[in-house]
């Protein structure tokens, strides 16, 4: 069982290796410098060489390898954890931009922010997949965002708000089968403003 002492001793031999391996120093050159290392005992309070107390030599190269290996992953695992504070920052930023560019009715800011986090949130440029038509006329099945006007926005909101988690591929939740046309189709309406096709 490793007591006080020891836990010190290895954090400090650490503490150099991390601070020689930053200067580009190799593990024969780490090695050797630890072995030029002086420190205060702390039992009898005399200046002596900071070697393993254990075997009364030098560290070994093993040893210095073992300590960089640990001192990696504690920088992988720093980084990692500093990368998903600064991700939820930056979702949270642009969460507050989006909300505050739809209370001003600025929907260019607000399509230009929904794209700033679906690039954020790793989803790219992506394009929404619908069978739609206006006034009966079909249109092609591949709608990028961008190209969407307010109204159009709406109408798909309004939609999927309407079907819910519940529509299935028989088309909009709570309409009568009878009445909808094969796949998930959603009127649009369309660019000059006019009003949707028939329901």
């Keep these: 069982m490793k007591t006080h002492l020891d836990t010190a001793l290895i954090d400090r031999r650490r503490e150099l290796v991390s ?70 920052e930056q979702l949270a930023d642009l969460n507050e931009a989006i909300r505050a560019a739809w209370e001003q009715g600025d929907i260019g800011l607000v399509m230009r922010g929904l794209k700033d986090r679906r690039e954020l949130l790793g989803l790219g440029s992506k394009t929404l997949k619908l069978e739609h038509s206006i006034d009966g ?37 709570g309409a009568p089968s009878s009445e909808q046309p094969t796949g998930d189709i959603i009127e649009v309406s369309g660019g000059s403003g006019a009003g949707a096709g028939p329901a």
Excluded: C
Aim: charged fraction near 25%.
């Design 19 to 88: 601070r020689y391996k930053s200067r580009g120093m190799t593990v024969r050159e780490i090695t050797d410098q630890l072995a030029s290392v002086k420190h205060i005992d702390p039992v009898t309070g005399e200046e002596e060489p900071f070697w393993n107390p254990e075997t009364g030599e030098p560290w070994t190269r093993g040893t210095v390898q073992n300590d960089i290996n640990y001192i990696r992953q504690q920088w992988r695992e720093r980084a990692s954890e500093n990368a998903d504070e600064i991700f939820g």
């Design 137 to 173: 006329e079909d249109l092609p099945p591949l709608l990028s965002m961008e190209a969407l006007n307010i109204d159009q926005l709406a109408t798909i909101v309004e939609a999927y708000r309407i079907a819910g988690p519940a529509a299935d591929s028989s088309g909009v939740a």
